[in-house]
């Protein structure tokens, strides 16, 4: 592994454990050289995926790209890290297992879409005035409308209450 500080080919592993989801492989790193420290991450990738853009241009699939638009959406949310990981990491699973070596870039949005809208509304908002392309205020009010339909619908327990289940009345 390539030193990120001198360039230098030859690196040493100090430290290896699997992530807490077990889904990538930690390893602290040191350069002999400028005695440099830094963090690697080895995951399983199954297959090479293509994207195929709207242009119609076809580019390699980077999960670190995904990641980078998802915390964009989330910046300043109050979200754990470790659910966004779960997140990411289900979208490249959800994407390796089709058994397609292309996919859409509309597909992986939508599959964004969906992850956020069960973590964070805020960012879904936002994830999705960027992907659907809102133009006026109004597209935001039907998405808030579409949540607050989907809110309405859910009962919410008050807090520190456990939900109570619905009981049937029998005829």
Same mark, same amino acid.
């Given at each position: 592994?390539?030193?990120?500080?001198?360039?230098?080919?030859?690196?040493?592993? !100090?430290?290896? $454990?699997?992530?807490?989801?077990?889904?990538?492989?930690?390893?602290?790193?040191?350069?002999?050289?400028?005695?440099?420290?830094?963090?690697?991450?080895?995951?399983?990738? #199954? $297959?090479?995926?293509?994207?195929?853009?709207?242009?119609?241009?076809?580019?390699?699939?980077?999960?670190? !790209?995904?990641?980078?638009?998802?915390?964009?959406? #989330?910046?300043?949310?109050?979200?754990?890290? %470790?659910?966004?990981?779960?997140?990411?990491?289900?979208?490249?699973?959800?994407?390796?297992?089709?058994?397609?070596?292309?996919?859409?870039?509309?597909?992986?949005?939508? #599959?964004?879409?969906?992850?956020?809208?069960?973590?964070?509304?805020? +960012?879904?908002?936002?994830?999705?005035?960027?992907?659907?392309?809102?133009?006026?205020?109004?597209?935001?009010?039907?998405?808030?409308?579409?949540?607050?339909? %989907?809110?309405?619908?859910?009962?919410?327990? +008050?807090?520190?209450?456990? !939900?109570?289940? +619905?009981?049937?009345?029998?005829?």
């Amino acid at each position: 592994m390539r030193c990120p500080y001198c360039g230098s080919l030859d690196t040493q592993v !100090k430290d290896s $454990r699997p992530t807490e989801d077990s889904s990538s492989i930690r390893r602290r790193r040191v350069c002999p050289d400028c005695a440099g420290r830094f963090t690697t991450f080895e995951r399983v990738q #199954l $297959r090479e995926l293509m994207v195929a853009k709207k242009s119609g241009r076809r580019v390699v699939f980077e999960r670190d !790209k995904l990641m980078r638009s998802i915390e964009i959406a #989330l910046r300043k949310r109050a979200v754990d890290s %470790e659910r966004v990981e779960r997140m990411v990491n289900g979208i490249v699973r959800q994407l390796e297992s089709q058994g397609e070596p292309e996919i859409t870039s509309d597909r992986i949005g939508e #599959l964004v879409m969906e992850g956020l809208r069960s973590l964070d509304d805020v +960012a879904y908002v936002r994830f999705a005035s960027v992907y659907r392309n809102f133009r006026e205020a109004r597209d935001f009010g039907a998405i808030v409308d579409e949540l607050a339909v %989907e809110e309405s619908g859910r009962e919410k327990p +008050a807090p520190g209450k456990p !939900k109570r289940e +619905a009981v049937s009345g029998g005829a």
